[in-house]
């Protein structure tokens, strides 16, 4: 979508109020959040001042996020004390972060965590640690806290003018498309089911234990939407709902993500359905994470200079609350931030980093969050799902954060809109200087993009919206582009080298709670057996 459509769009909405002879209700008043991206881009012209102050640790790391607080989640539980976590933003999660209101909790990015299969063994332990999974964290089918289990209705799909359950597209759909739908899925049971010789599932979760088999590696180089067509597939259902799926996870459409990882969307869990949720979405996670590390975590800490030596690396930061730079000296280091920061803030980056770097596509996301004086209506009477899905919407619908309140009497709620753009990219869609890019990112703009789309289900919207909050984030997740899962660009920051280890999910090439977890407690065992430290693994 360009730019020009966009805002066109928008006007339009408005004109078309006009023209029905009756005025729209002002905008709702609201704010707009997001990265600290003023601060952030200060790496591209570093004017920082000289550091004042040197500390000493053994651990270090950079980046508050799911992979960060994972690392320091798994030193802490390990016994080890002496690390610092740094972490730009005023709070950690990254985006697994939460806003509230009189109203709600709500969540900022990410909403719900699948049951996680018995390959993402850290994520259960942290589950089981949390009280969420009782019992055995590595049974087959774990017993879940029902407070966290997603309600019925769990999710719905609105169509044509219509809701219906689920997400699959099957009011009015010939039985010819059914047929293929049946297909799909047979072959995505298969998958789930099948194993290599060594015993590896084709797709796992953590993405690094999936099978090595070179017939499905071979799937990275070619898109979903080109696997859909070599296929056979013809269903617009079908092609409709893999998009969503690949824009849903990944913030790419179905033509720009790998054939692999739409793949693994589908077939990487035991295929249950079940998520774990809450009126916050995934803060209870990284707050949960968070607690490990009370103490030991830095908000507010840019770190602009990173150079490693023979034993110690020296990392300088910015504490711009103080407008001062500090120097920290750590003996290991865990880089949990995104990886397209690595050239900004090393001092002499390896070649085979940047290599890896180079290509790497962010998508841009942006939430809304609308505050109703009661729940929106459908049109036949239902309750609203968790799930709200919009099938004709270049957004991912909506959920509803007040969902596992069981409240039947009606009341005010939050409602979380999520739009990946996975028509641009960062560079497109963030904001330079007073051009017309700067209006996508003005809180006016989305805020009417979010009413304007749910004003087709629910053309009283916006007499019911108090408040609108928009965040956006402009290098939200990585995107799995074919060829970058497996075409060995990962591989150096798979292994890591002596002195430092990478945990950010931009290691695995996709963004999900799982990978960051993984890789920020894969990065903690591999520091602590460095440093002689005993520890039982939870991987």
């Given at each position: ?17 006009a ?14 959040s ?34 960060g ?42 909403h719900?965590?699948?049951?996680p ?25 774990p ?22 359950e ?21 072959f ?17 979760l ?29 269903a ?30 589908f ?108 729940a ?22 909506y ?6 309140q ?22 497109s869609?963030?904001?330079?200087g ?7 990112w003005?809180r ?18 916006r ?18 582009l ?14 890591g ?5 990478f ?35 939870s991987?």
């Amino acid at each position: 979508m360009r730019r020009r459509d966009f805002l066109a769009g928008v006007s339009a909405t408005g004109l078309l109020a006009a023209c029905g002879g009756k005025s729209a209700p002002p905008l709702p008043p609201g704010t707009l959040s997001g990265a600290n991206d003023s601060l952030g881009h200060r790496l591209r012209k570093p004017d920082f001042p000289a550091p004042n102050k040197t500390r000493r640790v053994a651990v270090a790391i950079v980046g508050g996020g799911i992979g960060g607080l994972s690392a320091a989640w798994k030193l802490a539980r390990s016994g080890v004390e002496d690390f610092l976590l740094l972490e730009m933003e005023g709070e950690a999660g990254g985006n697994s972060r939460a806003g509230t209101n009189a109203v709600s909790a709500y969540p900022l990015g990410a909403h719900y965590l699948p049951l996680p299969p018995r390959e993402a063994r850290a994520t259960r332990q942290l589950l089981a640690e949390l009280g969420v999974l009782q019992g055995d964290p590595d049974a087959a089918h774990p017993v879940y806290d029902e407070r966290y289990l997603c309600h019925a209705p769990q999710e719905r799909l609105y169509a044509n003018g219509y809701w219906q359950e689920g997400v699959w597209p099957t009011l009015g759909v010939a039985a010819a498309q059914r047929a293929q739908y049946v297909r799909f899925q047979d072959f995505v049971a298969e998958l789930r089911q099948r194993r290599d010789a060594s015993g590896r599932r084709a797709f796992a979760l953590p993405l690094a234990l999936s099978s090595r088999d070179p017939a499905l590696l071979a799937l990275d180089r070619i898109s979903m939407l080109d696997w859909l067509l070599r296929e056979g597939y013809t269903a617009p259902g079908l092609f409709w709902l893999v998009d969503y799926a690949c824009r849903d996870d990944y913030g790419s459409s179905a033509a720009q993500t790998s054939a692999w990882a739409g793949l693994h969307y589908f077939a990487c869990r035991d295929g249950e359905g079940q998520v774990l949720t809450a009126p916050e979405g995934n803060a209870w996670l990284a707050r949960g994470l968070a607690r490990a590390a009370a103490g030991r975590v830095h908000t507010g800490a840019l770190v602009f200079r990173v150079e490693q030596g023979r034993k110690e690396t020296v990392i300088d930061l910015y504490l711009a609350a103080e407008n001062r730079s500090i120097r920290v000296v750590a003996r290991e280091l865990i880089w949990a931030a995104p990886l397209f920061l690595i050239p900004h803030v090393f001092v002499a980056p390896r070649p085979e980093w940047l290599a890896a770097i180079q290509g790497a596509e962010y998508a841009p996301w942006v939430v809304a969050n609308l505050t109703l004086t009661a729940a929106p209506q459908t049109r036949a009477g239902q309750p609203l799902a968790w799930d709200n899905v919009l099938h004709d919407s270049a957004a991912l619908g909506y959920v509803v954060a007040t969902h596992q309140q069981l409240r039947y009497a009606p009341g005010p709620t939050v409602i979380t809109w999520y739009r990946a753009l996975h028509e641009a990219s960062p560079s497109s869609a963030l904001p330079s200087g007073r051009h017309q890019g700067r209006v996508l990112w003005e809180r006016e703009a989305w805020a009417e993009a979010a009413l304007a789309d749910l004003s087709r289900p629910h053309p009283e919207i916006r007499e019911l919206a108090t408040r609108i909050d928009v965040h956006r984030y402009g290098h939200a997740m990585i995107r799995p582009l074919p060829g970058r899962l497996w075409g060995g660009s990962r591989d150096g920051f798979e292994t890591g080298r002596p002195g430092i280890q990478f945990a950010h999910a931009d290691v695995s090439g996709i963004s999900l709670f799982e990978e960051a977890n993984y890789r920020g407690v894969l990065a903690a065992e591999r520091t602590m057996a460095r440093l002689g430290l005993h520890y039982a693994s939870s991987l």
